[in-house]
């Protein structure tokens, strides 16, 4: 499953953070799930959930947060409100995707550093 390879690669790079800093205990793991990057919460949380054992995450709670897809204009910056037709048209062109949208990224992950 999908999920199950987005969590093996998040608990890889806490992994990676928490023998950088040396750190005992891993307390959150916060998350930002773009609307679009395909990625079903409860899913997740369930591969979280079954994944974390015997790794640095055991123990540590998961934070998941939605980030609405958001649109804007690739020539003029303009950004599309929700609703919009997907197009800016001043300048006739579509409408890209903003950064977030559509994407999978550790925020935060609070550590317990000796
Ligand atoms: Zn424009």
Known sequence: MHEYSLV????????????????????????????????????????????RDGTVCERAALELRTVPASWACPACGRSIPPGEVLACSPCGVPARLAAGGDALLLETVEMEVP
Not at 9 to 33: Q, W
């Open 8 to 51: 093996q690669s998040l608990v890889d790079r806490v992994e990676t953070l928490v023998r950088e800093r040396s750190a005992t205990a891993v307390h959150r793991v916060v998350v930002s799930v773009g609307e679009l990057a395909g990625v079903d919460p409860g899913l997740f949380r369930t591969a979280y959930e079954t994944f």
